[in-house]
């Protein structure tokens, strides 16, 4: 699929293709209830392969295959890359309503390094996700009316994307599902502040929420009463909690805590590569779908465990779904 061109300069909300076995009149039906993902869409660049990846666009890949209606707004160059990343939505039937792309920088990557047996991850400047256009965001967002947006902090790195995302948030009174996804060195108190004031549910690791605490002096030690105070300071309806093999919890804003085991059976684990965006995509399945809490985070933590069992962040076949389609009733 060749990449439309929405360069820095156009205000116009891009051309969409139709997908083969799609109408246009479809299209605009799918969009009812969507939920919104904006960010950044990566290719970790080994020496050997590239792997498409960046958590707005796994989120969104895993709500695809759960029968939702995700619509992902991000940028992309004008260049091979991009035309993988759009191939890869026609796929699997997303619509790239919400993608702008240009000539100006390139789709983004993610250099992997090799050093004594163990990679390292840099994440490059000046890509495409930088440049998101605000006033095409606005209008897109406008145009959609969604039922949840999900945002997280490596996006808005730049300027030019930070102010897309304001308009986006500022646009529409959906909830707001903030996943911080903090990736040094390209975050600051400011952004996370920022996104916080926004949110209405945060999904952050325990070691996260320990940066937050220290970041924001929160004065309490203990992890519950550190998330209490998150919760008061910035208004928020929700805080979970991912803590690995030990399952995860939240807190809504009446106080009152959950929390879920990983009670799969013991998984052959290949590498925790999306682990986290998959336990998100469940977590905004349970929202749309008004699961108890103690339901969402036990299937979200299945989830997650299902995907340290495969070589990165997303399966290669949707029959990876069909058991959790299936028990689920979805």
């Not at 619509?71 to 309503?97: C, F, H, K, W, Y």
């Amino acid at each position: 699929m060749k990449c439309p061109q929405i360069e820095e300069s156009q205000t116009k909300p891009m051309t969409h293709h139709i997908y083969s076995g799609q109408s246009r009149s479809t299209l605009r039906n799918n969009r009812k209830g969507a939920v919104i993902l904006f960010g950044e869409v990566l290719a970790d660049v080994f020496a050997d392969r590239t792997v498409l990846g960046g958590a707005p666009f796994n989120v969104a890949r895993h709500l695809q295959a759960f029968g939702q209606n995700p619509l992902l707004i991000t940028r992309l160059g004008n260049d091979s890359l991009g035309e993988e990343v759009l191939d890869e939505m026609a796929q699997i039937g997303m619509e790239p309503l919400g993608v702008q792309c240009g000539n100006h920088h390139p789709t983004g990557r993610v250099q992997v390094h090799m050093s004594d047996g163990a990679h390292t991850f840099e994440i490059l400047p000046e890509q495409a996700y930088d440049y998101i256009h605000p006033a095409i965001v606005r209008m897109t967002a406008l145009s959609v009316k969604p039922k949840l947006v999900y945002f997280g902090t490596l996006a808005q790195r730049n300027e030019i994307s930070r102010r897309a995302l304001k308009a986006l948030l500022r646009s529409t009174r959906s909830a707001k599902f903030l996943d911080i996804n903090l990736r040094a060195p390209w975050y600051d108190e400011k952004t996370i502040r920022h996104s916080l004031q926004f949110a209405d549910i945060v999904k952050l690791n325990a070691d996260e929420l320990a940066i937050l605490a220290e970041m924001f002096g929160l004065p309490e030690s203990e992890p519950q009463r550190q998330a209490a105070e998150l919760m008061g300071r910035f208004d928020l309806a929700q805080v979970v909690v991912t803590c690995g093999q030990e399952g995860a919890w939240q807190l809504n804003r009446k106080g009152k805590k959950t929390e879920a085991g990983v009670k799969t059976p013991a998984i052959r684990l290949i590498d925790t590569v999306g682990a986290g965006d998959g336990f998100a995509a469940v977590c905004i399945l349970g929202e749309l779908l008004k699961w108890p809490a103690v339901r969402t985070l036990e299937r979200a933590n299945a989830f997650a465990a299902a995907i340290c069992g495969i070589r990165g962040a997303v399966p290669d076949h949707a029959d990876f779904y069909e058991p959790f389609i299936r028990e689920w009733e979805i």
